[in-house]
């Protein structure tokens, strides 16, 4: 009878034991043995003697602040309110984000919208930006704009990704419009050709402009600043020569007056000259 008595007094000692250990030690946040957590990101965890464990008779509930989220194995405990005060299921001041508890949110387009310039995508969940004033989709290149790639509903130079068709040379990321000089050369618009005084305008056309691009020596621009002319003829323009620079009918006087005259000296003194000597010449044959 002695050992049986030995045997159910070394278990006494061993549970008494073990309860004093559970009463006395705790897991490593702090939870007492057996007891449920109430840790944040352990709360629906139980303090066993392996460590915390997951145990849905803890209920989430039971933590001030805390919902359950889920059923069965996939439940989960999680804050009533996100970590900006915002509730459990109710958008967040930031598009498209809505609460789910705690530090989580998650998209959901459709029901919180999005920032300015974008839109819901085509399932609703997450945002994208709005397509660019000439219709290209965010990320695509432009079928419009030569070079041009729609990035966040707005359309930037991107050569190196949405290459330059002909009639257009790559700079840096900016496709140029050109223009073909008579030699064959390339001109960008905005440019003056080696060919005085040509100039490549923004349509791609060579066209004539002294004022941008000077004169070949010895000659000078016109009174239009386009054309060049040998030099000293420069102001010198069609109404000028037949007196129309008074440009003030009868009562042109002073310097423009003179210019008329001077003009017309200029023209008709040869006329007047040749008219005399034939009349001469007539009449010497005539007598």
Same mark, same amino acid.
């Not at 003697?49 to 849905?56: A, H, K, T, Y």
């Not at 008779?57 to 970590?83: H, R």
């Not at 102001?235 to 009562?251: F, K, M, P």
């Given at each position: 009878?002695?050992?049986?008595?030995?045997?159910?007094?070394?278990?006494?000692?061993?549970?008494?034991?073990?309860?004093?250990?559970?009463? *006395?030690?705790?897991?490593?946040?702090?939870?007492?043995?057996?007891?449920?957590?109430? *840790?944040?990101?352990?709360?629906?965890?139980?303090?066993?003697?392996?460590?915390?464990?997951?145990?849905?008779?803890?209920?989430?509930?039971?933590?001030?602040?805390?919902?359950?989220?889920?059923?069965?194995?996939?439940?989960?405990?999680?804050?009533?309110?996100?970590?900006?005060? *915002?509730?459990?299921?109710?958008?967040?001041?930031?598009?498209?984000? =809505?609460?789910?508890?705690?530090?989580?949110? *998650?998209?959901?387009?459709?029901?919180?919208?999005?920032?300015?310039?974008?839109?819901?995508?085509?399932?609703? =969940? =997450?945002?994208?930006?709005?397509?660019?004033?000439?219709?290209?989709?965010?990320?695509?290149?432009?079928?419009?704009?030569?070079?041009?790639?729609?990035?966040?509903?707005?359309?930037?130079?991107?050569?190196?990704?949405?290459?330059?068709?002909?009639?257009?040379?790559?700079?840096?990321?900016?496709?140029?419009?050109?223009?073909?000089?008579?030699?064959?050369?390339?001109?960008?618009?905005?440019?003056?050709?080696?060919?005085?005084?040509?100039?490549?305008?923004?349509?791609?056309?060579?066209?004539?402009?002294?004022?941008?691009?000077?004169?070949?020596?010895?000659?000078?621009?016109?009174?239009?600043?386009?054309?060049?002319?040998?030099?000293?003829?420069?102001?010198?323009?069609?109404?000028?020569?037949?007196?129309?620079?008074?440009?003030?009918?009868?009562?042109?006087?002073?310097?423009?007056?003179?210019?008329?005259?001077?003009?017309?000296?200029?023209?008709?003194?040869?006329?007047?000259?040749?008219?005399?000597?034939?009349?001469?010449?007539?009449?010497?044959?005539?007598?």
């Amino acid at each position: 009878m002695r050992f049986p008595l030995v045997v159910l007094a070394v278990a006494a000692v061993i549970v008494i034991s073990g309860l004093s250990y559970a009463a *006395t030690n705790d897991c490593t946040d702090g939870t007492k043995y057996f007891d449920c957590s109430k *840790t944040p990101g352990y709360i629906g965890f139980r303090c066993a003697p392996s460590g915390l464990v997951r145990d849905l008779t803890c209920q989430c509930e039971a933590v001030p602040g805390y919902i359950t989220q889920g059923t069965g194995d996939d439940a989960t405990c999680v804050q009533a309110k996100c970590d900006d005060g *915002t509730k459990q299921g109710e958008c967040a001041a930031a598009k498209p984000k =809505i609460c789910v508890g705690g530090s989580t949110y *998650t998209d959901n387009a459709t029901k919180c919208g999005c920032p300015t310039g974008m839109k819901p995508s085509s399932v609703g =969940i =997450i945002c994208e930006y709005n397509p660019c004033s000439d219709g290209t989709k965010d990320g695509q290149c432009s079928a419009k704009t030569v070079g041009k790639k729609c990035v966040q509903s707005g359309l930037v130079d991107k050569a190196s990704e949405c290459p330059c068709k002909s009639g257009y040379t790559k700079q840096g990321e900016a496709c140029v419009l050109e223009c073909t000089a008579n030699d064959g050369s390339k001109v960008l618009a905005g440019q003056c050709s080696s060919t005085k005084p040509k100039y490549c305008n923004e349509n791609g056309y060579l066209v004539e402009d002294a004022s941008k691009c000077g004169c070949p020596e010895s000659q000078q621009a016109d009174s239009s600043g386009k054309r060049c002319v040998p030099a000293g003829l420069g102001g010198i323009s069609g109404s000028d020569l037949l007196g129309g620079a008074a440009g003030a009918g009868s009562n042109a006087t002073g310097a423009g007056a003179a210019s008329g005259t001077n003009a017309l000296s200029c023209c008709c003194l040869p006329t007047a000259l040749i008219g005399l000597v034939g009349g001469f010449v007539y009449f010497r044959k005539k007598k």
